[in-house]
């Protein structure tokens, strides 16, 4: 195809001619400007108002809507649908473990129509022109701003937006609903007071190894069968060995729904670390927590300081405990302080000792600082 390039530069309207200047001239002066031949511009619609132009635009308003009506149930979902934590084989655990999907399509379907409505509206209303442009180096000057902003309204013009209230109503109604799921979820914490449960061990500053009254809070292992209990004693870890371990209480012995949360909950685990005599011989103690330890045993949590990933890794030798995340490593000879990597924190220590009454061990109190990452009212 051959194309006759307008005359560039054209003549340069003075100012005075340029305020006089309407927009379309605005608009097809700009294109002369940049070099630009608009060798096709073909109306979508030449007849207006045909079925299959109000088709159209209904196709699009349905996207719209159905992207609205998705987002809307994202925020339901997010609000009413049941997120508390909910054990296997517990009633109530159906819905709980659908929390995630269902936020997920929700809001997967609210973008995806809005996507497909865009597109939808391009390919029908807007004119596809073909236009060709000589290339040309520099930044621009304040006449070519001047003529590209009438040539966006033309084209906002021309797309016919503005006179097809279905479509601008219903994608107000989709990108709004959207825009307010996208505010909702990183704002949502805040409709929720994160201290209402502050003096019990669901609040923010207590985990499950919280006291309640004069019950003895034990160090009990995983053994990958909730219903049974296995207690910790001394003896049971050689030197160098390290277990994890979790808090329980002999009013949860055949209590199903107790035994599990207990391993469940995820600020439970802890570390429990028998050091070598010789390391144990060097170590640091954390002000105020000189006797947290028993012996050569030391229990820390095992929720990283830095983005709460479990710290599983404790390597016998040089006495450091590595998360995996994002290569933290603490050292356990001196209250679990971080040595490398992006924590700046130490791990909380669990105070324990042995019940002379059974030889095993139990926790004297819960963490007496949070434990994981940050948060505003933190102070350590
Ligand atoms: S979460 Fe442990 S290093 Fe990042």
Known sequence: MSVDYPEHPPKTPSDEELGRMSRDELSKLGMKLDGVELVEYPDPWPVKGTRAEKRAERAVAFWFGLSGLAGLACVAAFIFWPAQYVAANEPGHFWYSLYTP????????????IGIGVLVYTRKFIPHE??????????SAELDKATITAQLATAGNDSTFARRPMIKRSLAFGGGVLGLALTVIPLGGFLRNPHAQSSNEDGLLHTGWMQHGDEKVFLRRDTGDSSQVELVRPGDLDAGAMET???FRESERGDHHALVHGLKRADNPVMLIRLRPEDAAKVVKAEGQEDFNYGDYY??????????CPTSLYEQRTNRILCPCHQSQFDALQYAKPVFG?????????????????????????????IGPAYWERKS
């Open 130 to 139: 073909i236009a060709v442009q000589e290339r040309h180096d520099g930044g």
């Open 102 to 113: 269902v936020l997920g399509l929700t809001f997967g379907v609210a973008v995806l129509a």
């Open 299 to 308: 229990a820390y949590t095992k929720i990283c300081s830095h983005l709460g």
């Open 342 to 370: 992006p924590a700046t924190r130490k791990l909380a220590q669990l105070p324990i000792t042995v019940d002379p009454d059974t030889g095993y061990f139990i926790s004297t109190g819960d963490f007496t600082e949070p």
């Open 245 to 247: 371990v979790f808090p």
